[in-house]
């Protein structure tokens, strides 16, 4: 894990002022406020990477056929300011590429996003929302959620810091306002005893974070299903094997475990890696078209559901790339036989006749 060592003395102020902020909010200064529906917050401590997406869309899948669901989100680098509501005509450019990903996946339910979540929620409860998932808001405490999860990465259990040296929003100490912990994209063979040196990491992150007793912890992979076309349109259907020349085209920030997975079906990968949430430019676009043009037969491109939502909003692949280019759906697999127990709780949570938590 990188630490840039120069830049520890901007992260001890960086932290003096988060904790500042916490205190107030814990003190009563500052004001979080409760609802009366059940406000779900799906966050991390860290930036990016913990699979915060394929969590919320299990909240989705796993509410929606009892509830209207509502997912609200502040749309990371949308071109909209305030209340928007995803429909038909939305695009990554106003919405943000995550919201998105869920409105094409799930029309069923309500997207919207807003950075002010307080009045986002009025909202959306105006709307009828039975349950609204938060994505990304466990540093947005003006929400005073009625269940709060926390994600953090396997790989990145021990030994951050805080931003910029690091990549943590916030102390691990943090950890204490979180209901359930779970501990993300965890190898396929992790055994026993990687699980009990996970716990242990958490349980000694700070004095001040309570017990994993007094918690809910659980651990999750990421499951990868079968790739489907990026557009629909052209009658692609995607399949890897040992003789195809992939191009990888993403912008998120771990994309390892892709690449990993990748390599399980064939040798014959190139990555063009761009930032997280990367907004593509025509510059981009050729240097996509030109790679994938280099490439033997048979070939595809091959890029995440999240790079996706911006790659068909911007329309700047080639008609050849466009037709064979496609999608890896993910999807989140809760491990140690554990899966009926994560969704039970969500479950008994939401039907409970109490949601507010005092802050």
């Not at 559901?305 to 008609?319: F, I, Q």
Request: hydrophobic fraction near 40%; glycine fraction near 6%; charge should be neutral.
């Amino acid at each position: 894990m990188r630490i840039h060592k120069a830049l520890l003395p901007v992260s001890w102020l960086y932290g003096l002022g988060v904790v500042t902020r916490n205190l107030l909010f814990d003190c009563g200064l500052l004001k979080s406020r409760s609802f009366d529906i059940p406000v779900i917050c799906v966050g991390n401590l860290a930036v990016g990477g913990t699979g915060k997406t394929p969590h919320v869309e299990h909240l989705v899948r796993l509410l929606k056929s009892q509830y209207k669901v509502a997912v609200l989100s502040r749309g990371y680098k949308r071109k909209t300011k305030g209340f928007v509501l995803a429909d038909s005509d939305s695009t990554a450019l106003d919405i943000g590429d995550e919201p998105m990903q869920i409105h094409r996946k799930y029309s069923d339910i309500i997207v919207a996003v807003d950075e002010n979540r307080c009045e986002g929620i009025e909202q959306l409860m105006a709307m009828g929302a039975e349950v609204v998932v938060l994505d990304d808001a466990f540093q947005h405490r003006y929400v005073n959620p009625s269940l709060s999860i926390l994600l953090m990465e396997h790989d990145r259990l021990i030994g951050d810091r805080l931003l910029p040296a690091g990549r943590l929003r916030e102390p691990l100490r943090g950890m204490s306002r979180a209901d359930i912990v779970v501990v993300t994209k965890c190898p396929d063979d992790m055994a026993d005893n990687g699980f009990e040196e996970a716990e242990r990491h958490l349980s000694q992150c700070s004095p001040q974070v309570k017990a994993l007793t007094s918690q809910k912890l659980f651990f999750s992979r990421m499951a990868y299903k079968s790739l489907e076309a990026l557009f629909p349109e052209s009658g692609l259907r995607p399949a890897i094997n040992a003789d195809t020349h992939v191009l990888l085209v993403t912008g998120i920030a771990n994309v390892a475990p892709l690449e990993e997975e990748v390599r399980r079906h064939t040798c014959h990968l190139r990555h063009l890696a761009y930032g997280d949430h990367h907004a593509f430019s025509d510059s981009d676009f050729a240097e996509i078209n030109k790679a994938f043009a280099q490439l033997p037969e048979p070939r595809l491109l091959l890029t995440t559901e999240k790079d996706a939502a911006r790659l068909r909003t911007m329309k700047g692949l080639s008609k050849e790339v466009a037709a064979n280019a496609c999608q890896v759906p993910i999807q989140v697999e809760i491990l140690r036989n554990q899966q009926d127990v994560f969704d039970e709780a969500i479950i008994r949570h939401v039907k409970a006749p109490n949601f507010r938590k005092t802050p």
